[in-house]
């Protein structure tokens, strides 16, 4: 019997989910749920049905495991815990700050229903953070680095938007090559912010307005921009539109350290995703884990995990005895 | 209370194991085992008491975990399953056709004892088969890429040293440069075993033996180095003791795949190591899988396990609260 799969919200991260339940043998899409109006929601599979989201509770004997496709700023913060009382449920939540409180809500909820809930899934907090603890883990003497991009990053993007005068932009957030290179080495570096990633803009600028004065006021903003070293580009809409749409990113996480009686052996640890979609990538280690969930509560397991608490097998479609002969 | 380590066996491995369970704020080595005379066995641990390995029934009450360091080929197939009616044990078997079998004497005997018992644990197999199985269950369209070295492979210099004329010999696996760059560009290529490692060999030859002979006996030999360029180089012995006595090693593992409606979108995720001490970095991965054993045994889990079996953070010092907080 394959894993009944619901999604809820349809943008990137559903259409991302959709395609990766689609390829996989043992899942299938039991439906989609949006708060727009159902029949205004243009889905890739033509036979599963779209339902608002405010009758999703009619859905609970059909489906095993809801992938919450909502955004962290707003949406999952109360979506995740209301419906754990639900559904058996993952998320991809990634305020990493918020993540002990969200934790607490999901986990009250899903225990009271007697469901499981799977937050903070994806690369960063995802892939990201299970290769920090296992690399720490293994090298308890030593240093973490973690490098983002090349990618776009949302905030910062937003962040731009916010000035007066700007129409549109797209940050990009690149990690410098040399301290990289200076990590790979087993240098174990002490990086500033300004040492390991660059930030280069491409703002549209409305009518009128003054190119210096935007370019200084993205170059001086604390936390965003104003500790690193930014380019700003002025680029007109079509431009934008046409070369700055993609969705790819990535990044890198490292692990240097020592071991030995005086300590004189280095050791590093690197882990890196090259993506052509952030989204696609994110939905597909959702769906990963949304196999986990299902297995994991039929073993009787309740409340809020995160992937840290996860064995690897039950990420896959392979029986322990085939993971044991061709990937162990 | 902290978790008694005991050590089976003190070569490379046990003297890696000592020197991480005694760097672990968490853990205490109460013996090392051994089959020798115990008295010329010397230990970097003034402390710890040295006991003939036929005196390790009276200690399954003062060791919590006892790891085995033997060796693949002889020692651990009987030894694992032999232990695991005693102790909790963990091993790094790492003869990679024969760990199903391996895995079903150690679940045997384990379940039978009411013990937990964890085989196969270090970076091949180890953290290498978990980078491959969580890229697979995340991936599922796309293709494996296990890369080894540059470091020296045990078995083809054994292979060398057992060609007439050979006093001693050193041999060293490299990863063809372009191949791990075309993986790493998505270009999926298909490789040929040739096309993806060279062999170095550094071959100290007896007095009057025909250095010709030997070279062609080795680049002619088959499974071993004819399917592969091979160079060799014919050095003295206090050359090759010089500079071949390290035990630095690495590795790469790729998961290239795409996703999308047209599979238009391409993902790489690679996993590399770069290893000053081979042994010391396999021994600091057992330690925290002994950290995992405790935990899972304490839990009432009992049989064989593999690192696929075990969630990351049972081998973090570190509390789940602590981990979600810092490194999730």
């Known amino acids: 019997m394959k894993t009944r799969i619901g999604i809820m919200g349809y943008g990137n991260l559903g259409r991302g989910v959709e395609i990766a339940v689609n390829a996989a043998p043992d899942m299938e899409l039991a439906a989609v749920f949006t708060r727009r109006a159902p029949e205004t929601v243009k889905i890739l599979s033509p036979d599963v049905p ?29 979506q995740t815990p209301e ?24 986990d009250a909820a899903a225990k009271e229903a007697g469901k499981i809930g799977i937050i ?19 090298l308890p003497d030593g240093n973490d680095y973690t490098f983002w991009g090349k990618g776009i990053s949302q905030g910062h993007s937003d962040a731009i938007r916010r000035i007066k005068g700007v129409k549109n932009a797209k940050q990009y957030t690149i990690p410098v090559e040399s301290a990289l290179e ?23 600028l409305e009518e009128g ?6 370019e200084n006021e993205i170059k001086t903003m604390p936390n965003y921009f104003a500790d690193y070293d930014t380019t700003v580009h002025f ?45 696609e990538f994110t939905t597909s280690v959702l769906v990963a884990y949304a196999r986990a969930a299902k297995r994991l509560y039929d073993e009787g397991q309740r409340g809020c995990k995160t992937v840290l608490d996860i064995a690897p097998a039950y990420l896959s479609d392979k029986s322990g005895e085939e993971l044991r002969a061709h990937l162990l």
């Open 50 to 78: 779209v339902v608002h989201a405010d009758d999703a509770a009619n859905w609970t004997d059909k489906i095993d495991v809801l992938i919450l496709c909502g955004g962290s700023a707003t949406d999952l913060p109360t």
């Open 83 to 106: 419906y754990a009382k639900l559904f058996n449920v993952i998320d991809s939540f990634d305020t990493h700050a918020r993540i002990p409180e969200h934790f607490a809500n999901v």
């Open 120 to 138: 903070s899934v994806g690369w960063d907090p995802g892939m990201f953070s299970l290769n920090r603890v296992y690399a720490n883990a293994i």
């Open 182 to 204: 200076a990590v790979r080495a087993g240098e174990n570096p002490e990086l500033t912010t300004r040492q390991k990633h660059t930030r280069e803009c491409f703002v549209v």
């Open 209 to 214: 307005a003054d190119a210096a004065w935007v």
């Open 235 to 279: 680029i007109s809409e079509e431009e934008l539109l046409r070369d700055h749409a993609g969705m790819a990113h990535g990044g890198f996480v490292f692990r240097s350290g020592c071991t030995g009686v005086n300590k004189e052996h280095k050791h590093v640890i690197e882990y890196s995703l090259k993506l052509d979609s952030n989204p």
